[in-house]
């Protein structure tokens, strides 16, 4: 009896549920380097790199443990261009009895094996902490899906960072002591950067010659490619950056673009490390003294917190969900988040980080280009488009919650109890890019006023009959009404102008 094994470019895992069925006698791994994988967004050519230089590798060592693998190259003249192509072609040469598949991040994905004329299998993710029928009984019946006490579950149920029934440090959120604004320096060299070897060379000339195009530069290209490479990187970090990540997790500064940021979602989300290990190495540094309680909890809880949460609402909401627009926001995504030239410093440094790395952290995407987004009404599809095509970590089980949801609030308020939205002020105190901007953030109306100054008051207007009554929005709403009706009338003048602006493309 043959079976084929399909293993995805985000599946590059040992302990793989597809892997762990199947039989290494009898059985046929089929993996496949596509067309329609790499373009169905225009992703970002460093991310295009990383997946199918770690798709190859993990391929060899496959074989080295004595599998039988089935590989497609991009270039390969057979590629059919798609999964079910490749699975197609590769049951006419093996007549299997089926195919063993761990499930797919991506309900478009699965759709696509649904159909697949060779009978696919569908194993659970067991890579996850949460199955869905444990986040849909955690969540049946709850009136508001907060993170909060879904991550007190895992905490209990890891064992992380706990002290019997109880959390270590008497507290199970330290976000409080999070919240610092930009150092004065950082003393911290970055991610470790790999030089890249005969393999990645190759799948670089690949991508160069491919998906030139693309937005994003391809070189130079630093990312670990293996496990061993990944592991590497995560020793790195929880040595050198680990102890003052908690503190500055939320800052932004303009010529430090990892801050202490662990740059490791790329790694977790294609399979090279597994979440239980991050989450231990870090709980170590904790218990060996190498690391404060806030920054090891701050951690963990984007790992098993988060992360998890935010897949449990993927799957949870359906297919459909990556559609929603609840506040029915429709203008379009602005050139300047493809790199077009800018006034906004905030904008220009963030959107510039991400063409040349893959990567933000987290508050830059959601109070820089999230913010700036929702506050100036462009239409979440767009918006999630672009998160998913520009990072190296995304795929859309975790982006779309990210963006549709915490993001955008497209969801209506699923995940968010309020819309993530801040005037220049946030971005002052938790940045450097104010002081070298062309507009002035302390200026709230007027041709140079901050664009958040303006936008946010302006969304606050037209999504009154909506948020009014929201318990955490009142005091800004109350702020907006006690204004002189004068000065009201200015800034929606101005923030209207702007928006014209915006509109017609014009460098804003």
Not at 217 to 224: G, K, V
Request: charged share 25%.
């Amino acid at each position: 009896m043959v079976r084929l094994v399909l293993v995805l470019a985000d599946q590059l895992s040992d302990t793989l549920s597809a892997l762990a069925e199947a039989d290494k006698a009898t059985d046929v791994i089929v993996m496949a380097e596509v067309m329609g994988e790499a373009t169905y967004v225009r992703h970002h050519p460093k991310k295009i790199a990383f997946v199918f230089a770690a798709m190859r590798k993990f391929a060899d060592r496959l074989r080295g443990d004595g599998w039988r693998v089935d590989y497609t190259r991009l270039d390969d003249p057979d590629n059919s261009g798609s999964i079910v192509g490749e699975l197609v072609r590769r049951a006419a040469d093996h007549d299997p009895d089926g195919v063993l598949a761990t499930e797919p991040g991506e309900w478009r994905v699965i759709q696509a094996l649904e159909d697949c004329p060779v009978p696919v299998t569908l194993l659970p993710d067991t890579r996850f902490l949460a199955t869905h029928a444990e986040f849909d009984d955690w969540a049946e019946g709850r009136k508001e899906l907060r993170m909060e006490w879904f991550y007190r579950d895992m905490r209990r149920k890891t064992g992380l960072m706990m002290d019997g029934d109880d959390p270590a440090g008497g507290k199970w959120n330290h976000d409080h002591d999070n919240r610092k604004g930009p150092p004065k320096s950082v003393n911290y060299s970055g991610p470790m950067q790999f030089t890249p070897d005969a393999t990645v060379e190759e799948v670089l000339t690949l991508v160069e010659d491919r998906f030139a195009d693309n937005f994003g530069d391809l070189r130079p290209f630093w990312f670990a490619t293996d496990t061993g490479q990944a592991r590497r990187h995560l020793a790195h970090w929880v040595k050198n950056a680990l102890p003052s990540f908690g503190d500055y997790q939320d800052a932004m500064m303009a010529e430090e673009p990892f801050v202490y940021h662990s740059v490791i979602g790329l790694y977790l989300n294609a399979g090279l490390l597994d979440a239980m290990e991050v989450c231990r190495a870090v709980e170590q540094a904790w218990k060996d003294g190498d690391a404060p309680v806030n920054a090891a909890e701050g951690f963990i809880r984007q790992i098993i917190g988060w992360r998890e949460y935010v897949r449990g609402i993927y799957f949870r909401e359906g297919p459909n969900y990556v559609d929603r627009n609840e506040l029915g926001q429709t203008r379009d995504l602005p050139a300047m988040f493809w790199g077009a030239n800018t006034r906004m410093a905030c904008i220009a440094a963030s959107v510039s980080q991400t063409k040349a790395e893959a990567y933000a952290h987290h508050i830059q995407r959601l109070m820089i280009t999230g913010n700036f987004a929702l506050l100036a009404g462009i239409d979440p599809a767009q918006v999630h488009e672009w998160y998913l095509a520009v990072y190296a970590d995304a795929y859309e089980w975790v982006e779309a919650p990210n963006v549709i949801g915490m993001s955008q609030f497209a969801d209506g308020g699923v995940i968010a109890s309020k819309p993530y939205v801040s005037s220049g002020n946030y971005i002052d105190k938790m940045s450097d890019y104010c002081k070298g901007c062309a507009y002035k953030v302390k200026d709230k109306t007027g041709p140079d006023a901050c664009p958040f100054n303006l936008l946010y008051w302006h969304f606050l207007d037209r999504h009154r009959d909506r948020f009014r009554t929201n318990p955490r929005m009142g005091q800004m709403y109350a702020t907006w009404d006690r204004m002189n009706e004068d000065k009201r009338n200015l800034i929606l003048k101005d923030a209207e102008v702007w928006l014209t602006r915006l509109n017609s493309g014009d460098p804003v």
